[in-house]
């Protein structure tokens, strides 16, 4: 039992001299792992701060055509019967009649006539635009920039996220395009989406948690959703592109309902794709809700006669609902911000009327985005980061809710 | 029995141990003979644990515990401003209630502990030493590259003797040691307690009395009590006199096995 | 002589019709596999079953433009390679040690104010960090790296998909970190070692294949990621390996076709197929190994 090492342990002083040396190389690496996480609140907060960097800012823009050549009256005061009876005396009768038919020119609104106004007779042009960081740092050098390379043009500092830009459809020039159509586009999405995948996603939720025996076929349907959760989602396009958009195209189209000149590239298709693909998460989440319920209220529910169902339905469902509905606008929010299926599936690229019904033909706020950022011209960019803003409030109001369903029904057991 | 005068590793002064607000231990005053085996017995929940974690602030881990009172290693406070926990650890060892081996091979969970802190010689060798100290060097010898998770409960829980043993401490505490194991394994650890004694002070938590009787030097009793119920030794002495001749009626209640 | 109750089963036609119907819902999920599997094999039969294309064509040629007969799979692959490896290069580092910090060092109130941030971060849509990575890291690249940097580059795609996989890894190995027991730390501690050394030398060790499983999971969202690549890396099949130049991948390449004029059953449209089903298969496999390497983790410390 001699032990003759135990000169080979540091004592005392040289110990202290080796633990502090320990201690170092510990707070060295403790600061490396800290600036990870730095990192990544960095990129968060740069991610952030270059949309709103793109979405404000300097303006230098031209009028191709002089506003005197159209009205004595100063822009700014302009009314809106002014307004009216300049636009139809001055664009061809032809597109004047189209734009009533999309809507009736009497009963628009003044901002409304004022863009067409601009958009149409005016022809505003824009000839550069500044970041928010270059208009706020360098105002004076801008100013000098703009007045000596474009004399004839004005310019403003401008936000490119207004509520025109909420209200207005699409349009082939930045200045005056908007994402209503894509609002309402990502809206009927999202919303076929929830409906095709709740209640089959609860459904099979309640399958696997209350009804599966432990068996074979059980563990494959398990494996198999969680893979599911995994497969890329340009995948999930793929197959909506072959089942909904070809295979099922009299349906979806609408064409067996009656529904003539469209093809199965509709909001319909695209809905029940990104169905398809929130459904594993939603049967996920579901499950982690169901499974939280306490085996005492089942018990309690048999212990008095009841059924399988009802006590699924009266006990289980109502204590896991919370669970259940915040899941699932989690699954919302990863929906509505999902760009490659839609891509795939068909949204339009191009398109200025809003989706009336199932089978319409659509576009949404990530296309949007997509579109926009790959145009060359940055006044496109200039938009693509207003809608960014708009998609990230809409996230951050779904998320919300989520948070506050989740707290408000915190679980008492 | 013995010629010298007892010498004291560890004194505890009045010390109270607090989780929070909550009083976990009380008043505990005790004097850890070097080179003996003390037994700290009394009914769960009485803070034996907690104490014997204190003495290698091990409850430092739990957020809000802090002490009251002294615990003294060689006249030194443990629990001064100027100690460093880590320091304190490296020289008493503790083997915890279930094995607990590092997921790393046979040789490296006795490596490890030596390696950090510091030691330069020979490393086979002390593996070796280790192993043969914990009585375990004949049955892993030719495995020692093996995962520790391959051993058997016992086998594991010498094994944790023999990577606490690698890196010379004085004291070992051994927390219910043998509490996860078989009776045959358990009355190797007993034996192994009995050679370690000869290099080591043991302080040994433990719920079995037998255990305590048979293995130990002195014995500490400890128990709830008052309003608070916090844990307090209510006696300290000779094994031999805690078994035969108690002189609070509590601890006899307890070791006649009366105590409800 | 008669019970006084008849405990016979007698026949609920409700209740096995809703069984009927939620079995229906759970199975549903096995024919979204099998139609996953039919409708890439069928199209990618059918591309593969084209006179023109041949598995030496299709695994030995570099270049690719079916239009013309050129049916080389290499530069979609390349370039899905180099931007998968540069997201990982730049995610499995950051990513590990964020969760180290969380795990082992953040008090629990800093990592309740510092996880909702990586949740966040998970949450921002892929369009959206494509902007990003178009608009704010190619120009940065630019201006370190110079012209040598084109505008449309993998090195600025892979980056950016690193920053969005970050989140993934580090919440699946914080997972991970936190799964190994107590006693593992406070036998480490009895040691003598010191907080960090405990969670390098014994902690992460023991997490080690729950790291792993988030290093594979977060291959396969890299591999297929569609809108950061579509955005920033490149409008054409490339065969190169360097990173500041462009090349489109797999899942870009399938994002810009399809988003054109596409007319069905042509060679194009087929081709799209044969590619998403390689795209399917490797992500099927990465989150196979992953799922199963959990699984093996968990049954170790549970």
């Given at each position: 039992?001699?032990?003759?090492?135990?000169?080979?342990?540091?004592?005392?002083?040289?110990?202290?001299?080796?633990?502090?040396a320990?201690?170092?190389?510990?707070?060295?690496?403790?600061?490396?792992?800290?600036?990870?996480?730095?990192i990544?609140?960095?990129?968060?907060?740069?991610?952030?701060?270059?949309?709103?960097?793109?979405?404000?800012?300097?303006?230098?823009?031209?009028?191709?055509?002089?506003?005197?050549?159209?009205?004595?009256?100063?822009?700014?005061?302009?009314?809106?019967?002014?307004?009216?009876?300049?636009?139809?005396?001055?664009?061809?009768?032809?597109?004047?009649?189209?734009?009533?038919?999309?809507?009736?020119?009497?009963?628009?609104?003044?901002?409304?006539?004022?863009?067409?106004?601009?958009?149409?007779?005016?022809?505003?042009?824009?000839k550069?635009?500044?970041?928010?960081?270059?208009?706020?740092?360098?105002?004076?050098?801008?100013?000098?920039?703009?007045?000596?390379k474009?004399?004839?043009?004005?310019?403003?500092?401008?936000?490119?996220?207004?509520?025109?830009?909420?209200?207005s459809?699409?349009?082939?020039r930045?200045?005056?395009?908007g994402?209503?159509?894509?609002i309402?586009?990502?809206?009927?999405?999202?919303?076929?989406?929830?409906?095709?995948?709740?209640?089959?996603?609860?459904?099979?939720?309640?399958?696997?948690?209350?009804?599966?025996?432990?068996?074979?076929?059980?563990?494959?349907?398990?494996?198999?959703?969680?893979?599911?959760a995994?497969?890329?989602?340009?995948?999930?396009?793929?197959?909506?592109?072959?089942?909904?958009?070809?295979?099922?195209?009299p349906?979806?189209?609408?064409?067996?309902?009656?529904?003539?000149?469209?093809?199965?590239?509709?909001?319909l298709?695209?809905?029940?794709?990104?169905?398809?693909?929130?459904?594993?998460?939603?049967?996920?989440?579901?499950?982690?809700?169901?499974?939280?319920?306490?085996?005492?209220?089942?018990?309690?529910?048999?212990?008095?006669?009841?059924?399988?169902?009802?006590?699924?339905?009266?006990?289980?469902?109502?204590?896991?609902?919370?669970?259940?509905?915040?899941?699932?606008?989690?699954?919302?929010?990863?929906?509505?911000?999902e760009?490659?299926?839609?891509i795939?599936?068909g949204?339009?690229?191009?398109?200025?009327?809003?989706?009336?019904?199932?089978?319409?033909?659509?576009?949404?706020?990530?296309?949007?985005?997509?579109?926009?950022?790959?145009?060359?011209?940055?006044?496109?960019?200039?938009?693509?980061?207003?809608?960014?803003?708009?998609?990230?409030?809409?996230?951050?109001?779904?998320?919300?809710?989520?948070?506050?369903?989740?707290?408000?029904?915190?679980?008492?057991? | 029995?013995?010629?010298?005068?007892p010498?004291?590793?560890?004194t505890?002064?009045?010390?109270?141990?607090?989780?929070?607000?909550?009083?976990?231990?009380?008043?505990?005053?005790?004097?850890?003979?070097?080179?003996?085996?003390?037994?700290?017995?009394?009914?769960?929940?009485?803070g034996?644990?907690t104490?014997?974690?204190?003495?290698?602030?091990?409850?430092?881990?739990?957020?809000?515990?802090?002490?009251?009172?002294?615990i003294?290693?060689?006249?030194?406070?443990?629990?001064?401003?100027?100690?460093?926990?880590?320091?304190?650890?490296?020289?008493?060892?503790m083997?915890?209630?279930?094995?607990?081996?590092?997921p790393?091979s046979?040789?490296?969970?006795?490596?490890?502990?030596?390696?950090?802190?510091?030691?330069?010689?020979?490393?086979?060798?002390?593996?070796?030493?280790?192993?043969?100290?914990?009585?375990?060097?004949?049955?892993?010898?030719?495995?020692?590259?093996?995962s520790?998770?391959?051993?058997s409960?016992?086998?594991?829980?010498?094994?944790?003797?023999?990577?606490?043993?690698?890196?010379?401490?004085?004291?070992?505490?051994?927390?219910?040691?043998?509490?996860?194991?078989?009776?045959?394994?358990?009355?190797?650890?007993?034996?192994?307690m009995?050679?370690?004694?000869?290099?080591?002070?043991?302080i040994?938590?433990?719920?079995?009395?037998?255990?305590?009787?048979?293995?130990?030097?002195?014995?500490?009793m400890?128990?709830?009590?008052?309003?608070?119920?916090?844990?307090?030794?209510?006696?300290?002495?000779?094994?031999?006199?805690?078994f035969?001749?108690p002189?609070?009626k509590?601890?006899?209640?307890?070791?006649?096995?009366?105590f409800? | 002589?008669?019970?006084p109750?008849?405990?016979?089963?007698?026949?609920?036609?409700?209740?096995?019709?809703?069984?009927?119907?939620?079995?229906?819902?759970?199975?549903l999920?096995?024919?979204?596999?099998?139609a996953?599997?039919?409708?890439?094999?069928?199209?990618?039969?059918?591309?593969?079953?084209?006179?023109?294309?041949?598995?030496?064509?299709f695994?030995?040629?570099?270049?690719?433009?079916?239009?013309?007969?050129?049916?080389?799979?290499?530069?979609?692959?390349?370039?899905?390679?180099?931007?998968?490896?540069i997201?990982?290069?730049?995610?499995?580092?950051?990513?590990?040690?964020?969760?180290?910090?969380?795990?082992?060092?953040?008090?629990?109130?800093?990592?309740?104010?510092?996880?909702?941030?990586?949740?966040?971060?998970?949450?921002?849509?892929?369009?959206?960090?494509?902007?990003f990575?178009l608009?704010?890291?190619?120009?940065?690249?630019q201006?370190i790296?110079g012209?040598?940097?084109?505008?449309?580059?993998?090195?600025?795609?892979?980056?950016?998909?690193?920053?969005?996989?970050?989140?993934?890894?580090?919440?699946?190995?914080?997972?991970?970190?936190?799964?190994?027991?107590?006693?593992?730390?406070?036998?480490?501690?009895?040691?003598?070692?010191?907080?960090f050394?405990?969670?390098?030398?014994?902690?992460?060790p023991?997490?080690?294949?729950?790291v792993?499983?988030?290093?594979?999971?977060?291959?396969?969202?890299a591999?297929?990621?569609?809108?950061?690549?579509?955005?920033?890396?490149?409008a054409?099949?490339?065969f190169?390996?360097?990173?500041?130049?462009?090349?489109?991948?797999?899942?870009?390449?399938?994002?810009?076709?399809?988003?054109?004029?596409?007319?069905?059953?042509?060679?194009?449209?087929?081709s799209?197929?044969?590619i998403?089903?390689?795209?399917?298969?490797?992500?099927?496999?990465?989150?196979?190994?992953?799922?199963?390497?959990?699984?093996?983790?968990?049954?170790?410390?549970?």
């Amino acid at each position: 039992m001699n032990n003759p090492q135990t000169d080979n342990f540091p004592e005392g002083p040289s110990f202290r001299r080796a633990l502090n040396a320990r201690y170092r190389s510990a707070s060295l690496w403790q600061m490396v792992f800290l600036s990870a996480l730095l990192i990544a609140i960095l990129s968060l907060m740069t991610l952030l701060y270059t949309v709103a960097d793109g979405a404000f800012g300097y303006v230098a823009y031209e009028y191709k055509h002089d506003p005197t050549e159209f009205s004595s009256t100063p822009l700014n005061e302009l009314g809106k019967d002014e307004l009216l009876s300049i636009l139809q005396s001055n664009l061809s009768a032809g597109a004047f009649k189209k734009l009533d038919n999309e809507k009736p020119m009497a009963s628009r609104s003044h901002a409304d006539l004022y863009s067409l106004f601009l958009e149409r007779l005016l022809q505003i042009d824009t000839k550069q635009i500044w970041s928010m960081t270059d208009s706020f740092l360098h105002a004076a050098e801008i100013r000098a920039e703009a007045t000596h390379k474009y004399p004839d043009a004005q310019l403003e500092f401008r936000s490119w996220l207004t509520p025109q830009f909420l209200s207005s459809p699409m349009s082939s020039r930045a200045e005056f395009a908007g994402v209503r159509t894509a609002i309402l586009g990502s809206l009927w999405l999202v919303g076929i989406a929830i409906l095709f995948a709740l209640p089959v996603g609860t459904g099979a939720a309640i399958y696997l948690q209350e009804y599966a025996s432990k068996n074979w076929l059980t563990k494959i349907i398990q494996t198999n959703i969680n893979n599911l959760a995994g497969v890329p989602s340009i995948v999930y396009g793929m197959l909506g592109l072959a089942i909904f958009v070809r295979l099922l195209e009299p349906l979806t189209s609408g064409a067996a309902f009656g529904v003539i000149d469209s093809n199965g590239r509709t909001v319909l298709s695209a809905g029940l794709t990104m169905g398809m693909l929130v459904l594993p998460l939603i049967i996920i989440n579901a499950q982690e809700a169901i499974k939280a319920v306490p085996d005492s209220l089942r018990q309690a529910s048999f212990g008095v006669g009841a059924t399988r169902w009802q006590t699924v339905w009266h006990h289980v469902l109502p204590n896991a609902l919370p669970g259940i509905l915040t899941g699932s606008i989690l699954a919302l929010s990863r929906a509505l911000g999902e760009t490659a299926p839609l891509i795939v599936v068909g949204a339009s690229t191009f398109i200025s009327v809003d989706p009336s019904g199932p089978f319409s033909k659509f576009t949404a706020l990530p296309i949007q985005i997509y579109q926009w950022t790959t145009r060359a011209q940055p006044e496109f960019h200039a938009i693509a980061a207003a809608s960014i803003i708009v998609l990230l409030i809409l996230l951050l109001s779904l998320n919300a809710a989520a948070i506050l369903l989740r707290n408000r029904f915190q679980r008492k057991y | 029995m013995q010629n010298n005068p007892p010498e004291h590793t560890i004194t505890t002064k009045d010390l109270s141990i607090f989780y929070g607000n909550f009083l976990a231990v009380t008043d505990v005053n005790l004097n850890i003979e070097s080179r003996k085996i003390t037994a700290i017995i009394g009914p769960s929940g009485c803070g034996k644990s907690t104490l014997l974690r204190a003495f290698n602030r091990m409850n430092d881990f739990v957020p809000s515990s802090h002490v009251t009172g002294e615990i003294l290693l060689h006249g030194q406070n443990l629990y001064g401003a100027d100690i460093d926990p880590v320091e304190v650890r490296r020289k008493i060892g503790m083997v915890f209630q279930k094995p607990n081996p590092f997921p790393k091979s046979i040789y490296e969970n006795i490596a490890w502990g030596a390696r950090i802190n510091g030691f330069k010689g020979d490393m086979d060798d002390l593996v070796e030493q280790s192993l043969r100290s914990a009585a375990l060097w004949d049955e892993v010898k030719d495995k020692l590259k093996k995962s520790a998770y391959e051993l058997s409960g016992g086998q594991q829980q010498r094994l944790c003797i023999a990577r606490t043993i690698a890196i010379q401490p004085e004291i070992i505490l051994m927390d219910e040691p043998a509490s996860a194991l078989d009776p045959i394994s358990t009355l190797r650890i007993e034996e192994l307690m009995q050679e370690l004694k000869q290099k080591y002070t043991i302080i040994i938590v433990t719920h079995n009395m037998q255990q305590a009787a048979r293995v130990s030097d002195y014995t500490a009793m400890m128990m709830l009590t008052g309003d608070s119920r916090s844990g307090t030794m209510i006696e300290f002495s000779e094994t031999k006199l805690i078994f035969t001749n108690p002189r609070d009626k509590r601890t006899e209640d307890y070791v006649t096995g009366r105590f409800g | 002589m008669n019970p006084p109750f008849d405990l016979t089963k007698k026949p609920r036609i409700g209740e096995s019709l809703i069984q009927s119907l939620l079995f229906l819902a759970g199975v549903l999920s096995i024919f979204t596999t099998l139609a996953i599997v039919y409708v890439l094999g069928k199209e990618a039969w059918l591309f593969f079953g084209s006179p023109e294309v041949t598995f030496a064509k299709f695994f030995g040629g570099t270049k690719w433009q079916p239009g013309i007969g050129q049916f080389g799979i290499w530069p979609l692959v390349t370039s899905t390679l180099v931007t998968s490896s540069i997201a990982m290069l730049v995610s499995l580092p950051l990513g590990l040690s964020a969760a180290l910090f969380l795990s082992e060092y953040a008090s629990p109130k800093t990592r309740s104010a510092l996880k909702p941030i990586l949740e966040i971060l998970a949450g921002i849509p892929t369009v959206v960090y494509g902007y990003f990575a178009l608009l704010f890291m190619t120009p940065l690249l630019q201006n370190i790296f110079g012209e040598q940097v084109q505008v449309y580059n993998m090195a600025s795609a892979g980056i950016v998909m690193g920053i969005m996989i970050l989140p993934l890894i580090s919440s699946m190995s914080e997972d991970a970190l936190s799964a190994v027991p107590r006693s593992l730390r406070e036998a480490a501690y009895a040691m003598g070692a010191t907080k960090f050394e405990t969670s390098l030398q014994i902690v992460l060790p023991a997490a080690l294949s729950g790291v792993g499983a988030a290093f594979i999971i977060g291959i396969s969202r890299a591999v297929g990621e569609t809108m950061i690549v579509a955005v920033a890396a490149g409008a054409g099949p490339n065969f190169t390996f360097n990173p500041f130049q462009a090349a489109e991948t797999m899942t870009g390449h399938i994002a810009r076709i399809s988003g054109g004029d596409l007319s069905y059953n042509s060679i194009d449209y087929n081709s799209l197929f044969a590619i998403a089903l390689m795209l399917f298969l490797v992500t099927l496999v990465l989150n196979l190994i992953s799922q199963r390497v959990v699984e093996r983790f968990r049954e170790k410390y549970e």
